[in-house]
């Protein structure tokens, strides 16, 4: 039999921890760099350029909604708190026609917020989403053709996950943050628009 020295087991040995240590400090790396934090991918100013084409006016609204207008909305978005009294939006004009109404709403996902933008077109259905922001890590975050099955929705009961909006194994929380937030921007827009109380200035 073959005998081995005792410096080389020794180098053997040490050889084994460091190959242990490189692996524990790949798996880190590795675990690290999927729970990295999100991140802002658009400014305000760039998702507006997104909604509004060249040619057409962007203002800037307020409204102030009464408590029970707050109420009102709670209940068309079946949601469980109520929006915010004031209210900013951006309104698109061409040929003095409006053409949409983009809405930016921010709401906690797990523990960080997401911001996004809602187009709203004349009909009162969804023309587009987009993330403005996402501060948990990225890969609770939806790829971008999740977020288009918004596209061309009204706020109806088909709204919602498992009936016209897919769910995603793995982002559970976001979606239905995003979902809820979507169906709050429909109600507010629904409301603005159908009440003269609620008038924009």
Known sequence: MRKVLPETLIGIRAAR???RVLILSALGALLSARRAPGKVFLTQDEALRLAFPVGVTVERRTAFLTE????QVRRLARIESPPEALVAYYVGV????IVGTAYFD????????????????PAGKVARVEVLSFLEPEDYLPLPRWFSQFQGRQLDDELSLQRGIHPVAGATLTVHAATDA???VLALHRVLHSEPSAAPR
């Open 68 to 71: 029970e207008q707050q109420e």
């Open 182 to 184: 979507v169906r709050r």
């Open 94 to 97: 061409r040929d003095g026609q």
């Open 17 to 19: 921890r460091a190959g």
């Open 106 to 121: 921010t709401h906690r996902v797990r523990t960080q917020p997401e911001t996004i933008m809602v187009l709203v077109d």
